[in-house]
């Protein structure tokens, strides 16, 4: 079974620009994550998706946006890119709800110069 | 508020030594799940466990043993005979149930190295 898959692995944008990540999630899985692995914050969550609509938001402004699609994969995508965006996206899966484990892709590390 | 402290930022063992990592977490919810994930150097987070609230029992996987106390606010890891493979950054996670939320609230993570 193929895990959770994510696109690209890595992206070079420079500020100001906006950066579209994708992810495509566990087969069966409805529910998707984004978090976001930066250098001395740690893992912090940024957004939930569940059967197409968000369902949660961490604390991250306005520019931090997604959305999920019918077939359950997800856009994660940060607009006015600043130097402190670069980061590890990673993504996560679960079934419904989420009350089940979640299980992560590789990531996206961005780069913003 | 939820927090999950991982008091232990960098640990180092010699093959074959068992090692304990440390998690303190704090929550207000009554029902949670517990989480381990492993980040090799590649960055991807391996699942390793989940336990919920209402299940104290300790838990042994292969050379992965899981101790929960509830009294205690701890749910700590214990790799018995560590090998090299083991080197990663570990994380202990909250979700919280009763909040709707179903987010991973992480530690900041302890950097293991198994020197061989």
């Known amino acids: 079974e193929a895990g959770v898959t994510q696109s690209p692995t890595h992206l070079i944008k420079t500020r100001g620009q906006q950066a579209t990540l994708r992810c495509s999630p566990i087969?069966?899985?409805?529910?998707v994550y984004w978090y976001q692995q930066a250098l001395g914050l740690g893992l912090q969550f940024l957004l939930w998706y569940d059967e197409g609509e968000e369902r949660n938001r961490g604390n991250f402004p306005p520019r931090f946006s997604g959305r999920q699609f019918p077939n359950y994969s997800s856009e994660l995508n940060v607009n006015a890119l600043e130097l402190e965006d670069s980061a590890l996206y990673l993504c996560a899966s679960s079934f419904e709800g989420g009350r089940d484990e979640q299980f992560f892709g590789p990531g996206t590390r961005l780069t913003v110069l | 508020a939820q927090k999950v402290t991982q008091a232990q930022t960098e640990i180092s063992v010699v093959e074959k030594e068992d090692v304990t990592l440390d998690c303190v977490y704090e929550t207000r919810d009554t029902t949670y799940y517990l989480f381990w994930y492993k980040q090799p150097p590649s960055g991807e987070l391996v699942f390793l466990i989940r336990?919920?609230?209402?299940?104290?029992q300790n838990e042994i996987s292969g050379r992965y043993s899981w101790n929960f106390q509830k009294s205690t606010s701890s749910f700590n890891f214990t790799i018995t005979a560590s090998q090299v493979v083991d080197s990663a950054v570990y994380f202990c996670a909250l979700s919280e149930l009763n909040s709707g939320a179903n987010n991973l609230f992480f530690g900041t993570g302890t950097r293991l190295t198994v020197i061989p």
């Open positions: 336990r919920n609230s209402f299940d104290e």
């Open positions: 087969s069966g899985h409805t529910s």
